[in-house]
C-alpha cells in the first residue's frame, strides 16, 4: 500500500471532519423535527428542546392521525404524486425522443418554442384564468394540466441526443419501428436520467401547494393544502379563547414528518440512479 506523505494525510483529515460536520449540520434540522413534534407544550414554547425531546408528549400526533381528512389528504397526494408523475413521463418521454431527432421537421423551431416557454410567461392570473376556463376543479384535471415541464424535457432531450446515432441505425435494419426504438433503445439506455427525471417531478408533485390550493376543492386538495388549513384553524381557535393540550409548533413539525416518511424511504432506493443520472444534459446542448 502506497504510503501518504504528510500534506495528504492533512488533506484527507480535513476533508473527512469538514464532511462530518457538514452532515451533522444537515442532519439536525430532522433531528430536531421530530424530537419537537413529542415535546411538551411548556418545553417547546419556552425554548426548552435543543435536541432530544423534552416531556414527553405524543398528543399532536394522536390528534393529527385522529383527523379523518388527514388520511383523505394524504391519499390525494399520493394519487397526484403517482399518476402526474407518470403523466407528466410519458409527455417529457415521447417529446424529448421527438426533438432530439434532426430529421423531424422544424426541429429548432420546436425547440426554440420550448426553451421560450422558460423564459417568458403569461403569469400567475392568466394561467389561473386558463385554468379555471379548462375547468380545472378535480385531481384528473390538475394532473393533465400540470403534466409538461420544459425543463425536464429538456434534460432529456439533450440526453436522447447524445445516444450513438449507430445503435439507432441498427435497430432500424432490423426492422424496428419508432416506438421499439424508444422504449427497446432509448428508455433502457438512459434509466439513470429517466428516474432522475422523474423525482424531480414527484418531487414537485408530492410538496405542491400552490396551485392545488387554488384549483382544488376539499375533498381533492393534497396534504400540503390540509396542513396550511389545519394550522390556520388551530390558530384563530387559540386566538377566540379555546385551549389545546399542545403547541402549533409541535403540531406542526408533526405534520412534517408524517409527511416526509415516504420521501425518507423511497429515496435510498433510488439514490443510486439520481447520482449518475444528476448530469444529465449537462454537455450537450
Known amino acids: 500500500m502506497k504510503r ?3 500534506s495528504e494525510v492533512i488533506f484527507k483529515i480535513l476533508s473527512y471532519v469538514i464532511l462530518t ?12 423535527i421530530l424530537s419537537a413534534s413529542v415535546s411538551s407544550k411548556d418545553a417547546l414554547d419556552n425554548g426548552k428542546v435543543v435536541l432530544w425531546p423534552v ?3 405524543v398528543s399532536v400526533y394522536q390528534y393529527a392521525l385522529s383527523q379523518k381528512q388527514f388520511w383523505l389528504s394524504y391519499c390525494n397526494t399520493f394519487f397526484i404524486t403517482i399518476y402526474g408523475t407518470l403523466v407528466s413521463m410519458l409527455v417529457a418521454i415521447t417529446g424529448a425522443y421527438a426533438l432530439s431527432k434532426t430529421r423531424l421537421m422544424f426541429q429548432r423551431g420546436f425547440n426554440f418554442m420550448l426553451s421560450f416557454t422558460m423564459w417568458f410567461g403569461a403569469g400567475m392570473i392568466p394561467t389561473l384564468q386558463n385554468f379555471i376556463r ?17 425543463f425536464n424535457m429538456i434534460l432529456l432531450r439533450n440526453y436522447f441526443s447524445g445516444i450513438p446515432k ?8 432490423d426492422g424496428a419501428t419508432e416506438f421499439q426504438i ?6 433502457p439506455m438512459s434509466k439513470s436520467s429517466i428516474i432522475t427525471v422523474a423525482m424531480f417531478f414527484a418531487v414537485s408533485r408530492w410538496n405542491g401547494y400552490l396551485w392545488a390550493q387554488m384549483l382544488l376543492g376539499e375533498s381533492d386538495q393534497p396534504l400540503t393544502v390540509f396542513i396550511k388549513v389545519t394550522l390556520a384553524k388551530i390558530i384563530r381557535q387559540i386566538e377566540d379563547g379555546a385551549t389545546v393540550d399542545f403547541s402549533t409548533y409541535a403540531l406542526q413539525y408533526a405534520f412534517i414528518v408524517c409527511s416526509i416518511i415516504p420521501i425518507i424511504i423511497v429515496y435510498p432506493k433510488l439514490q443510486k ?4 443520472g444528476v448530469n444529465v444534459g449537462g454537455v450537450k446542448e
Not at 460536520?21 to 430536531?32: Q, S
Open 4 to 6: 501518504l506523505d504528510r
Open 21 to 32: 460536520v457538514f452532515a451533522l449540520c444537515c442532519l439536525y434540522p430532522f433531528i430536531y
Open 273 to 276: 440512479y439520481f447520482a449518475a
Open 182 to 187: 424508444l422504449t427497446k433503445v432509448y428508455v
Open 55 to 57: 416531556g414527553f408528549n
Open 166 to 173: 449507430e445503435i439507432e441505425e441498427a435497430a432500424t435494419i
Open 134 to 150: 379548462f375547468g380545472v376543479n378535480n385531481r384528473y384535471m390538475f394532473i393533465i394540466c400540470l403534466g409538461f415541464n420544459a
